[in-house]
């Protein structure tokens, strides 16, 4: 049982370029996030998906997009990297029907450099 | 989702108790309170939960003043590997778009030997 698995770890993008980040879980949950982390910061959610096939923003959501085809994987698309992008991206997943509560199980995160 | 006030840093020795204060004062009757601490560049971590009375899993002790205002996190026996940020969130446990997590700044606990 893996739970919660991100790629890449790091990246490091030029200005302009794209790239796409892969969050994969494998506990059956049913909602998906992503959430970026700056230095000395929170963590801010970007979008979010409460099944497969669904969407949605979050706090932050400009300059990104994702997708939600199968219900495991939640991808997050940067389609054209800017430095502000430069962060520790979190993927993190939860299960509605948990009798006991709504915990969420986090992934290690990926570091992206935008340059 | 209700605001929640910590301190941004604390202290405590090694195999000493350390108890993370969060202030909620305008939390609401179907708000719990939730923890989670995240270490050192790793994903944040589910510690705790409860909505008004104490509880205590296998990695701490949840306490909940009697009007709900506040609570206290409770490791009852540091170690190094406890130095963290910890983070205390309000939101009602399910139903409705309310399954997100907001995270604040929390509290970075040191644990010093």
């Known amino acids: 049982n893996a739970g919660v698995t991100q790629t890449p770890k790091f990246r490091v993008l030029k200005t302009g370029q794209s790239m796409t980040l892969l969050c994969a879980q494998d506990m059956n949950h049913e909602y998906m996030y992503w959430y970026r982390q700056d230095p000395g910061m929170g963590l801010r959610l970007i979008h979010y998906s409460v099944g497969e096939g669904t969407t949605a923003k979050g706090e932050v959501p400009d300059g990104y997009n994702v997708s939600r085809l199968k219900k495991q994987n939640f991808l997050l698309g940067l389609e054209s990297a800017a430095p502000s992008q430069t962060s520790v991206y979190f993927c993190a997943s939860s299960y509605p029907g948990q009798r006991d509560h709504y915990g969420y199980t986090f992934g290690s995160g990926t570091r992206l450099t935008v340059v | 989702d209700a605001k929640t006030t910590q301190p941004p840093s604390m202290d405590c020795a090694e195999g000493r108790a350390a108890n993370l204060p969060c202030n909620h004062s305008?939390?609401?009757?179907?708000?719990?309170v939730y923890w989670y601490r995240q270490i050192h560049s790793q994903g944040p971590q589910y510690i705790i939960h409860g909505l008004k009375n104490n509880e205590t899993n296998e990695m701490a002790s949840l306490i909940i003043t009697e009007d709900r205002k506040s609570s206290t996190l409770i490791l009852p026996h540091a170690t190094l590997r406890d130095t963290a940020v910890y983070y205390c969130i309000a939101r009602p446990e399910r139903g409705g778009s309310n399954y997100k997590l907001t995270f604040g700044k929390g509290t970075l606990l040191t644990v010093n030997p």
């Open positions: 305008t939390i609401s009757g179907n708000e719990y």
